[in-house]
């Protein structure tokens, strides 16, 4: 049921589908008690617009997440950066800070996703998977090249009604200090 809430669509193609053939019916019959059914199937079909909205499910928290760190790492803001990662993550927090210091971001993005979660720990944990890419330039001048591009799995930990990052592995990369 959770398709439901992530997307509007399925709530809006199948009010739609049902108003065209109420508005059909209604052409061919003249019958005018449909009108109420039309009206009907109309509130039913915002209200379901508007509970999708106001919903966040776990998967769209994590993107939410996800979306937040990669608009602070192009904004080379570490705060909001931080605001992101777990205050108990002990690796992202220094790399962190040694990224925005070290390399001016011009963009950043994330592409083909796929979240696993895990609701048998405690508290809930998500792996997200991903392509990450981003442009921006080095500011010491030794890495000759602007586009970045690496495989990605950032580990998240629900705190509270938030999903924070607490660690992260780059495919093909062994983790080092800063």
């Not at 449909?34 to 009206?39: D, E, K, R, S, V």
């Not at 994330?110 to 609701?119: G, K, S, T, V």
Request: glycine letters at 8%; charged letters at 20%; proline letters at 6%.
């Amino acid at each position: 049921m959770t398709f439901l809430l992530e997307s509007p669509w399925p709530v809006l193609f199948t009010g739609i589908a049902v108003e065209t053939g109420l508005a059909i019916a209604l052409l061919r019959t003249g019958q005018g008690k449909l009108l109420w059914w039309m009206l009907l199937v109309g509130v039913l079909t915002l209200a379901g617009f508007g509970i999708e909205r106001l919903v966040v499910t776990d998967r769209e928290a994590v993107i939410n997440t996800l979306d937040a760190a990669a608009t602070a790492v192009e904004d080379n803001d570490l705060e909001r950066l931080l605001g992101c990662i777990s205050s108990s993550a002990p690796r992202p927090r220094p790399h962190s800070r040694w990224v925005l210091d070290r390399f001016d971001v011009e963009n950043a993005w994330i592409f083909n996703l796929e979240i696993d979660f895990n609701r048998l720990t405690s508290p809930p944990t998500a792996h997200a998977h991903f392509q990450a890419k981003g442009t921006g330039r080095d500011r010491r001048g030794q890495i000759p090249y602007n586009t970045y591009a690496q495989r990605v799995v950032v580990h998240l930990r629900q705190e509270g009604d938030r999903w924070l990052v607490t660690g992260y592995d780059i495919e093909g990369v062994t983790p080092r200090q800063p």
